[in-house]
């Protein structure tokens, strides 16, 4: 098994595609542009000084561990204050998890191993999305990236077939930064009987729709629902974990079979506090969005004129070869700006990229020397 790990290691190094963890840039001086900080919250001291003075508490005080899942633990009293928040943001009961990442495999993971259900998902879909859907051990297919009439033709069939239906986006797709149609889908959706609408809002919770809960929400609010809204705290809401907000039967079955809740530690109350503190934070930060709003214009002029076409908040740069990935950051490295290279299996083969991430605690001005930079580079 040695020899295969090593060869496998080597493999990867040669194809440009072996992974390391980054040093810490924290204080670097350098302009970061891979952070999922959307909204420059997490950097900010006076949050954390007001979140302590609000709940007239110190970190001491505080439980680090609730010691237990959520099904045995006893302290449950953070956890259920924030998804009572949660529920009145939404409207509809939400249901906490460790991560983003175990929100999609365990509520995936349950609602496909439901006899009959048939997964259609879209070709760009997160990984940890994928994952569920092979957990889950549901057929399944993938329609092509936002095109649905491609969607509509495998519903169709599948449909024919005798299958419920649970059709599975993201409302702003993580690498390529481009959104879905959710009144698109919600008519895919609509169309078959005992369908279901699974959207994961991890990249617009926060940025997107009214008070940034997200498009799916926006839709919502004229009256049509998506079954599952996946949300994270983990990026513009600058804590740790993520949400469903769902009907309450739906919750229920969770509480019972997404096995990712039932055999995972709660999160710490600590952290609950803080999300809590967080969630509502984000909520009103309207101001941060449109600074964000002009990061994203700014970054989309500079850009442009290499191929870049995207104007949110999240910009590829497709350069195609994982080599040539690596070497364009490593050179925005040395110019001053923090951009990752985004290679293989994390997006398809020939469209290895940097990835331009971008924080409202930046300022436009932050971008000086980027469009030099890229020039001198390609």
Not at 69 to 96: D, F, M, N, T, V
Not at 242 to 259: C, I, K, Q, S, W
Not at 290 to 296: D, F, I
Not at 331 to 350: C, N, Q, S, W, Y
């Amino acid at each position: 098994m040695r020899k295969i790990i090593d060869a496998t290691l080597a493999t990867l190094e040669a194809e440009g595609n072996l992974r390391r963890v980054p040093e810490d840039a924290a204080g670097c001086g350098r302009v970061d542009l891979s952070s999922n900080d959307y909204l420059g919250l997490a950097e900010c001291a006076d949050l954390r000084r007001d979140f302590f003075a609000e709940f007239d508490c110190t970190a001491r005080d505080m439980a680090m561990s609730a010691s237990a899942s959520r099904l045995l633990a006893a302290r449950q009293h953070e956890a259920k204050a924030l998804e009572a928040l949660i529920e009145e943001a939404y409207g509809r009961p939400a249901l906490l998890f460790n991560s983003g990442y175990h929100a999609n495999t365990g509520i995936i993971g349950a609602l496909g191993a439901i006899k009959g259900t048939y997964i259609l998902a879209d070709k760009l879909v997160h990984a940890s999305i994928i994952d569920g859907i092979r957990l889950s051990g549901a057929p399944f297919a993938r329609f092509r990236h936002n095109d649905y009439a491609h969607l509509e033709r495998l519903a169709e069939k599948a449909a024919a077939e005798g299958y419920r239906l649970l059709i599975i986006a993201e409302s702003v797709y993580s690498m390529d930064g481009d959104c879905s149609d959710v009144e698109a889908l919600l008519d895919v959706r609509d169309r078959y009987e005992g369908a279901m609408l699974y959207i994961d809002e991890a990249h617009a919770v926060g940025v997107e729709g009214p008070a940034g809960l997200g498009l799916a929400h926006e839709a919502e609010r004229r009256g049509r629902a998506a079954d599952v809204i996946i949300g994270t705290f983990g990026k513009a809401l600058a804590s740790v974990g993520a949400y469903a907000v769902v009907d309450a039967p739906v919750r229920e079955f969770l509480v019972n079979r997404a096995r990712s809740f039932i055999f995972s530690t709660s999160l710490p109350p600590v952290n609950l506090k803080w999300s809590r503190f967080m969630f509502r934070t984000a909520m009103g930060a309207d101001t941060l969005r449109q600074q964000l709003a002009s990061n994203a214009q700014a970054l989309s002029a500079i850009l442009r004129p290499f191929g870049g076409t995207s104007r949110g908040h999240i910009q590829p740069l497709v350069v195609g070869s994982p080599q040539r990935a690596v070497a364009l950051s490593a050179g925005l490295k040395e110019a001053g700006f923090d951009v990752l290279p985004i290679r293989v299996p994390t997006v398809p083969p020939g469209t290895d990229r940097l990835r331009f991430s971008l924080s409202a605690g930046l300022t436009p001005d932050c971008f000086a020397g980027l469009g030099d930079a890229l020039a001198k580079l390609i």
